[in-house]
């Protein structure tokens, strides 16, 4: 693996980033520890480890590095909206975009950020998928759901739910299967069987139910089986996750956000990982918010963090 760090952002100063990544990083061993660096504000981060009560220095050779990106007027406590937080969430990772692009950091890892917080600043983006797809040129990107029994890539995500129909072009959903595959190959899986969730009750029964899935999903999935891809669809969204789930399916192809992120939330709240796709660089991901009501309190659950980490490791090994 490279040599170069997986660099974690510390997400919204105001959140639980700071502590789960804190958390995380104090349950690793000093050589694991030294893998990463931290970008991020010290004194939130010395609040994180004053209320989690672990021990975690930032100097020494086991400790990991701390890359400080001073912002002006962050709030000196946790679970407070703030602008100067969303521009300070900014700019971590725009600063880990660019050590990633540079050759100086093996992937990013990233804590939760705030939505709103991120507008208030004027940073004018649906969340980290669309962000690093315009920080790094990208002009499509894919967000994929991990967990160890169910794969979920999505063809829309933070877009409204009648925006998300249309979005479902034929050629978009065919670039989400090839992504998809491909993602699943470099993790491993060398013909990973994938299945496409239906837009309508039922994959529209015929057009009873509205003619998106003939028109729009099926086409997708002939494309691409007809390329050597093992894919099959639409399949109705009410069964295909459990079958994905006992086994049958390596990843299935959800639709839009809510269609995807249910069935993986239900079955690993605590450890999926958000992956970003069709990126040049690489990023794994927390699957959960900013939770500013637990912010500060110590009771944030670094599960979910360990598990982004672990994840960005294979992904980095395998770069």
């Not at 001073?70 to 990772?93: N, Q, T, W």
């Not at 797809?133 to 063809?155: C, K, P, R, Y």
């Not at 959960?288 to 982004?308: R, S, V």
Request: proline share 5%; hydrophobic share 45%.
């Amino acid at each position: 693996m490279s040599q170069a760090p997986i660099v974690i952002t510390m997400g919204d100063p105001s959140g639980v980033g700071a502590e789960v990544t804190v958390k995380a990083l104090a349950s690793l061993s000093g050589p694991e520890r030294a893998r990463y660096a931290v970008i991020g504000d010290r004194d939130v981060l010395e609040r994180a480890i004053a209320a989690s009560g672990v021990n975690l220095p930032f100097d020494g050779p086991d400790a990991p590095r701390l890359i400080e990106v001073c912002v002006k007027g962050l709030p000196d406590r946790f679970g407070e909206l703030s602008p100067a937080c969303g521009e300070a969430a900014f700019r971590y990772i725009e600063k880990a975009v660019q050590m990633t692009l540079a050759g100086d950091a093996a992937g990013i890892v990233t804590a939760p950020i705030n939505k709103e917080a991120l507008n208030a600043a004027g940073h004018h983006y649906d969340g980290h998928t669309g962000m690093l797809a315009h920080l790094t040129g990208s002009q499509s990107s894919w967000m994929l759901l991990a967990s160890e029994t169910l794969n979920v890539i999505h063809v829309s995500t933070h877009v409204a739910l009648r925006d998300a129909i249309t979005r479902a072009t034929p050629e978009r959903v065919a670039e989400t299967i090839r992504t998809g595959h491909r993602h699943l190959q470099r993790m491993g899986i060398n013909a990973p069987r994938i299945a496409v969730a239906g837009i309508n009750p039922h994959c529209g029964e015929n057009g009873l139910f509205g003619r998106e899935d003939d028109d729009q999903v099926a086409p997708a999935v002939a494309a691409t089986r007809a390329e050597g891809i093992d894919v099959v669809g639409p399949i109705p969204a009410d069964t295909v996750y459990f079958r994905a789930h006992r086994g049958d399916f390596d990843l299935v192809v959800a639709q839009y956000h809510d269609q995807g992120h249910i069935p993986i939330k239900l079955i690993a709240f605590d450890t999926a990982v958000n992956v970003s796709l069709g990126l040049p660089i690489d990023r794994a991901s927390v699957d959960h918010g900013t939770a500013f009501d637990i912010a500060g309190t110590g009771k944030a659950n670094h599960a979910n963090m360990l598990c982004a980490l672990d994840y960005a490791g294979k992904l980095a090994a395998g770069r």
